[in-house]
């Protein structure tokens, strides 16, 4: 099982050079969801307004399974379904990423199509700030009051924050695990709390 994913650390652009005259525009964003996704689109879309296409594709969640491709008018699956091919082949997720075509005179074809749209996301890419992080899971966990400093003392350690803390005979609240680290926390919290910890998920 995978435990880290690559993404996208801070938004990018890269505009290759003229094919034909074309401008061909790559934007590249982190999105975790459609509405990310479809806002970064719009961004785009309002910054270039007078543009003659904004094709786009995007790979969504930490297994990159969410994916969308959009040809904004071009020939069908020659814009589109480029820029998604290299996103996958970079295996990049949590991505959005939109070519903006300014078109120069020249018609390209379907085949030339592609090569302009898919190289302009393929280039960005390669440049782009990419960054692994860890995939994580969120735990519920529950403790006596008085487990409080011993466990505290486990999140400092871990940097870990508990989310959705609510405190009265019992501490419960959420914690984000990196997947990886789930095994050693769980015994470190039975140990710190003498088994009276409870600890249920992942949500």
């Known amino acids: 099982m995978a435990t880290t994913y690559v993404t996208l650390e801070a938004p990018f652009r890269f505009e290759p050079e003229r094919t034909k005259g074309s401008r061909f525009i790559a934007d590249l964003g982190p999105a975790d969801t459609t509405g990310e996704a479809l806002a970064f689109v719009d961004r785009v879309r309002q910054e270039f ?3 003659s296409h904004h094709c786009y594709a995007w790979s969504l969640g930490r297994d990159g399974l969410e994916t969308r491709a959009n040809d904004d008018g071009e020939p ?13 082949g970079h295996g990049v997720a949590g991505i959005v990423c939109v070519v903006t075509r300014y078109f120069g005179g020249t018609k390209l074809g379907v085949g030339g199509l592609m090569r302009a749209y ?3 996301a393929g280039q960005a890419l390669d440049r782009a700030p990419l960054v692994t992080k860890p995939i994580t899971e969120r735990w519920r966990i529950a403790f006596p009051y008085e487990c409080s400093g011993a466990l505290e003392g486990l999140f400092h350690a871990r940097g870990l924050s508990l989310l959705e803390a609510q405190y009265g005979e019992r501490v419960e609240g959420v914690v984000v695990l990196p997947i990886a680290d789930v095994e050693a926390f769980q015994r470190e919290v039975q140990e710190g709390s ?3 910890a409870r600890l249920q998920g992942p949500l």
């Open 49 to 51: 307004p007078d543009a």
């Open 76 to 88: 069908g699956g020659s814009a589109g379904r480029p820029i998604l091919a290299q996103i996958e």
């Open 118 to 120: 898919g190289g302009a």
């Open 194 to 196: 003498g088994g009276r």
